[in-house]
């Protein structure tokens, strides 16, 4: 079991950063690849990025990609997205979720077995 609390949210202005922190309880952290996912209003939630247990591999969404920044810490059970150049487009809750890192499926979110509860990022234009 893995419990998972993420934090670093809230109201920025378009053009700036936030950095999402996602702390994972339990000794297996390092099992596991992690991965963002965010939910806009109105829409379903979609992959943001992922990260492979050893760090070895990071995934991101195209809308994403040059902006975030996935990374983790297996010594202090944490995975971060750092969020640059923000947009409107990207205000969403973010969630983190853990899934066995068996070398497929990191972008799906049906693989996913451990979630968080999110938490809301607004961009303002």
């Known amino acids: 079991q893995v419990q998972l609390v993420e934090s670093g949210g809230g109201l920025v202005q378009a053009g700036g950063s936030l950095r999402l922190s996602c702390a994972a309880s339990g000794h297996t952290f390092s099992s596991y690849a992690m991965g963002w996912f965010r939910r806009a209003p109105g829409k379903e939630r979609e992959f943001v990025a992922a990260v492979t247990r050893s760090a070895t591999n990071t995934y991101y969404a195209d809308s994403v990609k040059g902006r975030f920044t996935i990374s983790r810490d297996n010594t202090k059970n944490t995975v971060y997205l750092q969020m640059n150049s923000l947009k409107p487009e990207d205000t969403a809750v973010y969630f983190c979720?853990?899934?066995?890192?068996?070398?497929?499926?990191?972008?799906?979110?049906?693989?996913?077995?451990?979630w968080g509860q999110g938490t809301q990022v607004s961009v303002s234009s």
């Open positions: 979720a853990a899934k066995m890192d068996n070398g497929w499926g990191n972008t799906q979110r049906q693989f996913y077995i451990y």
